[in-house]
């Protein structure tokens, strides 16, 4: 930083916290201040502790109410993947662990992650560090692709209408991405999310071909990821590669929304 009272300040606020045992100093280098709070708001009376911790969460009486909704969220989330489905050996789609192959398991999985490690935080009057926020965005994002691709290429409009699809595909999407718009991560996130997010479509894809590659019927979760069914492995190819392209871009998309100027700062 520029400015000498600032520096001062900070360097005032570390020799006392250090000489204090059990004292934690963190730096947030989006605000290049001890513990996430601005240099210049830690010389103000209204902040009599410019090394406090930035996990305290404002959300002030909403704190309760959103953690009850989040883990509600997220216990319905789970029931409705029923994972014991996995293990029902007479269900050729699901059954033998195919279930986890699919990729709206695996992110209704990762959301079920986000819901359970945010309501327990909130429960505690304590804000996830930059992992679990990572850990939001990823679900945020999967869960998009998840409710496109199943809006534009799998869904069947014929089909009756079922409640888990309706939570796997729609509902949870939606309320994800809600989340992460109406409470932006704090402090923000670099564009470096964008490809860190990206490795798990690249590993799924991976692995759902090497499975099907092993597998003695030759199954995929998905007919785009089966090159019989969609003109060869240029068809494959194709399908995985715009899927990464909208996930990347959505992945941008939501830094840029940790960036909003209603997220939170502090």
């Avoid at 071909?209 to 995929?220: I, K, M, N, V």
């Avoid at 492995?233 to 871009?249: D, E, K, M």
């Amino acid at each position: 930083m520029s400015s000498t009272a600032p520096a001062s300040a900070n360097s005032l606020a570390a020799t006392s916290a250090s000489s204090a045992p059990g004292t934690r100093i963190d730096t947030d280098p989006d605000t290049d201040a001890i513990g996430g709070v601005d240099p210049s708001a830690a010389e103000s009376p209204s902040h009599p502790q410019p090394n406090a911790p930035r996990t305290a969460l404002p959300l002030g009486r909403a704190r309760i109410p959103v953690a009850v909704a989040l883990l509600a969220a997220g216990v319905v989330t789970f029931l409705v993947i029923d994972p014991l489905l996995a293990w029902d050996e007479q269900n050729p789609w699901l059954g033998r662990g195919r279930l986890f192959l699919y990729f709206t398991t695996q992110s209704n999985a990762l959301a079920v992650a986000a819901y359970a490690a945010f309501g327990v935080a909130l429960l505690r009057g304590r804000r996830p560090g930059r992992a679990l926020e990572l850990l939001r965005g990823l679900a945020t994002v999967d869960m998009a692709i998840t409710g496109i691709v199943h809006g534009l290429v799998l869904a069947d409009p014929s089909a009756p209408w079922s409640f888990s699809e309706f939570v796997l595909h729609q509902a949870g999407p939606i309320l994800i991405a809600l989340w992460w718009i109406a409470l932006p991560p704090s402090p923000r996130l670099s564009f470096a999310a964008v490809p860190l997010w990206l490795a798990h479509p690249l590993i799924w894809t991976a692995g759902a071909l090497t499975y099907r590659a092993e597998s003695s019927d030759g199954w995929a979760p998905y007919f785009f990821l089966d090159p019989t069914q969609v003109d060869g492995w240029g068809g494959v190819a194709t399908f995985v590669a715009v899927i990464l392209v909208a996930h990347a871009v959505l992945g941008a998309g939501a830094v840029l929304v940790s960036r909003a100027p209603w997220a939170r700062r502090g």
